[in-house]
């Protein structure tokens, strides 16, 4: 990895952990700026250099900085009720990525490129919330509560990220390809 993709999973790393910390608590999972973030980081970066940046916010919050929301840290946080959210990330980052790379820049496939990436964010997530109630919480979690705990009060707000992230994530790449920082395909 050379200097300038350092600095850019750098970037949207420290971007991932400022927008941890603008948190509205909301039962086990707060509102926070995450998801616009993550989404921008496979919209900018790429299906290789996005997860990386997710992978080094996670590091970091794993070895003890307060990075994740609500200034939480440790590897405790990965099997919590926002542990499958994490996971999701890297899945999200990924799919987005691709389709930046892959995919003619419009707004057309990066809203569908993202819409997808929620989907993900979302199953990924509920499947570790409900898993995390069932086996590290040790209380019972049925779909129905679990989507009104983890989902429902949180998509109105995340599509309006998503159409933020689809318009910012598009006018960035498009200008960061005029300057060569990002290229269309990654090297492997």
Request: proline letters at 5%; glycine letters at 10%; a positive charge.
């Amino acid at each position: 990895m050379n200097t300038k993709n350092m600095a850019l999973t750098s970037l949207f790393a420290a971007l991932l952990a400022v927008s941890s910390q603008v948190s509205i608590p909301l039962g086990p999972v707060p509102i926070t700026m995450q998801v616009m973030f993550v989404l921008l980081a496979g919209m900018i970066l790429g299906k290789r250099l996005g997860p990386a940046s997710v992978a080094v916010w996670v590091v970091l919050g794993i070895f003890g900085l307060p990075v994740f929301a609500q200034g939480k840290a440790g590897a405790a946080v990965l099997i919590g009720p926002t542990g499958g959210y994490i996971l999701g990330y890297f899945v999200c980052t990924y799919i987005v990525g691709y389709v930046a790379e892959h995919f003619e820049l419009s707004y057309k496939y990066t809203a569908v490129a993202m819409m997808a990436g929620l989907i993900i964010i979302y199953g990924i997530g509920l499947a570790g919330f409900m898993l995390s109630f069932q086996y590290v919480l040790h209380k019972a979690m049925p779909l129905e509560r679990a989507l009104n705990l983890a989902v429902w009060p949180f998509l109105p707000l995340d599509l309006v990220k998503a159409a933020m992230a689809v318009y910012v994530g598009v006018r960035v790449r498009r200008a960061l390809l005029k300057t060569g920082l990002v290229t269309t395909k990654q090297p492997a």
